[in-house]
């Protein structure tokens, strides 16, 4: 982009309420990592939750989210 200029915004859903947060260029490499590691752990979660559902239901047991 000529002339321009790029920034990073950190962007959170909270109670159904989307925020941007601007993200000043020297914490620009620590918040993508933070960002990456926070949806690895949401990924695994997930994953254990299905596994545990998945179980549940293997062996006749009610399985309730919440």
Do not use: C, I
């Amino acid at each position: 982009m000529a002339g321009g200029h790029t920034s990073l915004y950190l962007v959170q859903t909270r109670g159904g309420k989307l925020r941007q947060f601007h993200v000043f260029k020297a914490f620009q490499d620590s918040v993508r990592e933070s960002v990456g590691h926070s949806q690895e752990m949401q990924h695994l979660l997930d994953e254990r939750s299905a596994l545990e559902r998945k179980r549940f239901l293997a062996e006749g047991r009610p399985f309730t989210a919440g």
